[in-house]
């Protein structure tokens, strides 16, 4: 079982540009969060993907989108980019119904704005 | 709004020794409190949680107390290992919804 996986590792972009990160969920996982953890801070969420359908969402700007796709997948879209979002940006994945304690999280993408 | 807060950046403590990591929070609607360990490179892996009806959860080496009143948790590691030496990260949800992470202790154990 490979976990959580996320692509790209590193990710290098100038402001204004857009970015799609990735993430696979554990398997058996049916539910991605999203999650930007920015330089000495904890994680903050972004939003969730059930169904493929964002069903919880932080208290983000809409230059934040993401999809799920039918295999549980997902993607987290960044427009218009700003300096402000150099993060590590992690997924986490659970089955529905289960507790936040079975969450998994994937060792992140590092998106560097410059 | 920061409604999770650890207030101590970094702790180094002894190998053998009681490390403790402290976690405060505002939000008294919180009503399960999670710590994740994180290793560099890595994602956040979960270690403990205590709900909001209990005051003290225990597993193995590592115990989270919980004082409502104070808003106040706590994660105990003892005996400290040097494999211990992560960032420890508390956490609070309501109703296992919107997840919220305080900054993160670095804990160092020294051999």
């Known amino acids: 079982d490979a976990g959580v996986t996320q692509s790209p590792t590193h990710l290098i972009k100038t402001r204004g540009q857009q970015v799609t990160l990735r993430c696979s969920p554990k398997?058996?996982?049916?539910?991605v969060s999203w999650y930007q953890q920015a330089l000495g801070q904890g994680p903050q969420f972004i939003f969730q993907?059930?169904?493929?359908?964002?069903?919880q969402r932080g208290n983000f700007p809409d230059r934040f989108s993401g999809h799920q796709f039918p295999n549980y997948s997902s993607e987290l879209n960044v427009n218009a980019l700003l300096l402000g979002d150099s993060a590590l940006y992690l997924c986490a994945s659970v089955t529905s119904g289960q507790s936040t304690d079975t969450q998994y999280f994937g060792p992140g993408t590092r998106l560097t704005v410059l | 709004d920061q409604q999770v807060k650890q207030n101590s950046p970094s702790l180094s403590v002894q190998e053998g020794r009681i490390s403790i990591l402290n976690c405060d929070y505002t939000n008294s609607m919180f009503d399960y409190f999670l710590w994740y360990k994180k290793y560099p490179a890595e994602g956040p892996t979960f270690l403990i949680s205590?709900?909001?009806?209990?005051d003290k959860n225990e597993d193995g080496r590592f115990t989270v107390f919980l004082n409502k009143s104070a808003k106040h948790l706590s994660l105990h590691i003892v005996p400290s290992q040097p494999g211990d030496s992560a960032v420890y990260f508390c956490a609070a949800s309501v109703n296992n919804n919107d997840m919220r992470f305080g900054a993160g202790t670095r804990l160092t154990v020294k051999p």
């Open positions: 398997s058996g996982h049916d539910t």
């Open positions: 993907y059930y169904e493929e359908e964002e069903r």
């Open positions: 205590i709900s909001s009806i209990k």
